[in-house]
Each structure stands twice: as C-alpha cells, then as structure tokens.
Nanobody
Framework: QVQLVESGGGLVQAGGSLRLSCAAS????????MGWYRQAPGKERELVATITSGDSTNYADSVKGRFTISRDNAKNTVYLQMNSLKPEDTAVYYC??????????????????WGQGTQVTVSS
C-alpha cells in the first residue's frame, strides 16, 4: 500500500514561517497531483494548495502570496512553504496524493491517499 508521512508542523508566532513536507512511499509508479488541505476545529477540511506532476499549481485565495507548494517527483515528496503566518492559519494540515499508480500483484492500481495530518499552530 501507499503511505504518506507528513512532517514540519509546530508552533510559531504570527509573521513566522514553517515548511511542511510529505513523503509518499510504496510501490509507486507515478503520482498525478499532490496537495495540502487543512482543517481547523469546528470547520470543514479545505483546500490549501495543489500541484500537478507538470508543476501546475493552485492556491486558496487566503494563502496566495504567502504559501508556496512544490514537489520533488523523484522523491514522491511535496512541500508547503508557509510564510507570514497568521493565527487563522492554525489547523491540522493534511497531505493528499491523487491518481497514484502502484504496481500490485494483480496489476497496475490507481488510487488517492491521505496523510495522518500535522498540527500547525500560529500564536498572536
């Protein structure tokens, strides 16, 4: 199976920076898109940013100009550089890998996978 492991979360003061990483492992042949989502207490999970295998990116309006998503296809890893953090960025951040092709005993499989989440807390 495919596992996504996130790292880099923590506590930071407003205006500070954090860099999240998410590494996918398993019998992976390719990954179409990777992205970051977040969920604050009492709120629904929302998209933060996505990036395709061709490096096309998409950002939520609330993070444009402050966050940058990037990926290393050779390492099946996606990053989220978060600058000028605000208290409203506080949430659990989840990594998603979409269109993941893996080699299984029954052939090539395709699926979507989520990481376990990493907490980001921004103090005012």
């Amino acid at each position: 199976q495919v596992q996504l492991v996130e790292s880099g979360g923590g506590l930071v003061q407003a205006g500070g920076s954090l860099r999240l990483s998410c590494a996918a492992s398993g019998r992976i042949l390719s990954i179409d898109a990777m992205g970051w989502y977040r969920q604050a207490p009492g709120k629904e999970r929302e998209l933060v940013a996505t990036i395709t295998s061709g490096d096309s990116t998409n950002y939520a309006d609330s993070v444009k100009g402050r966050f940058t998503i990037s990926r290393d296809n050779a390492k099946n890893t996606v990053y989220l550089q978060m600058n000028s953090l605000k208290p409203e960025d506080t949430a659990v951040y989840y990594c998603e890998a979409g269109g993941v092709k893996t080699r299984q005993t029954m052939g090539i499989m395709r699926g979507n996978y989520w990481g376990q989440g990493t907490q980001v807390t921004v103090s005012s």
